[in-house]
């Protein structure tokens, strides 16, 4: 089956990839022969084409993955940890950049009586 047979409305540019946000970009799947032939005739049986069936079940599995209390504790560790690094760099650019040479303070002169 040809996704080209299945009528379907072109999505505008603004909302072609779901989010409303961004460029579409292609991505290559390999499924072998049996799973691809059921994922044609289920993008046929909801007049639908393979490729809008595919985002479907990905934006679905995103959503349910977000959902994930494991996914979000993880999600949380990775921001912290970017903020730790984050942190480290702004030091860093602070004491090259930012750094006052400490105030020269006069010497006392020594007297040799």
């Known amino acids: 089956m040809s996704e080209s047979?299945?009528?379907?409305?072109?999505?505008?540019?603004?909302?072609?990839?779901?989010l409303g946000c961004g460029p579409i970009?292609?991505?290559?799947?390999?499924?072998?022969?049996s799973t691809r032939t059921q994922l044609d005739i289920i993008a046929q049986l909801r007049d639908r084409n393979v490729t809008d069936e595919v985002r479907l079940a990905i934006e679905a599995w995103i959503d349910k993955t977000k959902a994930d209390?494991?996914?979000?504790?993880?999600?949380?560790?990775?921001?912290?940890?970017?903020?730790?690094?984050?942190?480290?760099?702004?030091?860093?650019?602070?004491?090259?950049f930012n750094a006052t040479p400490a105030p020269k303070t006069p010497r006392a002169k020594t007297s040799t009586t």
């Open 69 to 96: 209390p494991a996914i979000q504790r993880r999600a949380q560790d990775v921001r912290d940890e970017i903020e730790r690094e984050a942190a480290g760099k702004r030091d860093a650019i602070a004491a090259i």
């Open 25 to 33: 970009k292609p991505l290559a799947v390999r499924l072998n022969e």
């Open 5 to 18: 047979n299945v009528n379907t409305p072109p999505a505008s540019a603004a909302s072609a990839n779901g």
